[in-house]
């Protein structure tokens, strides 16, 4: 496993990055859309989403904090995440250990920039993001996260949940003291366990999975899971329609349900045959 980091001017140096032999960019096509809108209460919207589509990398982050901070963190991570991937070169030889080491580092990295940048400045104290990573390479699918925002997986026409929430009401959930149908009425649902920048240390959760072709990935902030179950969001999209409507039909929906939030959505979906 390679977890040779340092950290320079926000971007991490890495010891690999001159050898000759390398993972090359992403052999097999993917077609993916975004949407964002800011809902019907909020004034601003905190969320940032980006992608690196040749190098297979799709971000979301959902910031919080007064003054617009919180779109501040969500930037920083978003940006600094990118930076970050553009920059590394993973050697021919890397395995699935070496690729969950780089981006553990690489969002604790971000976690003390975030971190850093809110103690120096006054108006930005207490500022902080939720953050979710899908990254697709050779066959395989990484999915980080850090907070509420979450990654789904359309698979056979069946949504399932990737990620499981760094909330209070997950972790009470989990432990059996709130069911299912004391969840929506739980007044404390949107408080947070984890969030990039609230704390000097961050451990992100991390997982992988073998692609399928035609697999279709939602990545999702808060204002859409709020207020659509997950059963809506996988009936839209089932329906035969371009990626960018059905992004954007579930941002649409998540307003004419109330649109209490900020929410941001990006599809991504395996095209054809992957290669073995």
Known sequence: MESNFSAKGGILGNSLKNQNLAVPQLTFPITYAGASDVGLIREQNEDVWGA????GLFLLADGMGGQAAGEIAAKMAVDTLQELVEEWTPPADITEEGFCSFFTVSIQHTNRLIYQAAEK??????MGTTLTLLYLYQDRALIAHVGDSRVYLLRSGELRSLTKDHSLLSELFSLGVIENEEAKGFPY???LTKALGTSETIDPTLSTL????????LLCSDGLTNMLSDHESEDLLRKNRPL???AQDLVDLANVKGGIDNTTVILVQVDHDLPR
Do not use: M, Y
């Open 52 to 55: 690196l589509p040749e190098k």
């Open 121 to 126: 400045e006054v108006s930005w104290r207490g």
């Open 189 to 191: 649902k949107h408080i």
């Open 210 to 217: 073998r692609l399928e072709s035609g697999d279709l990935f």
């Open 244 to 246: 960018n409507t059905r």
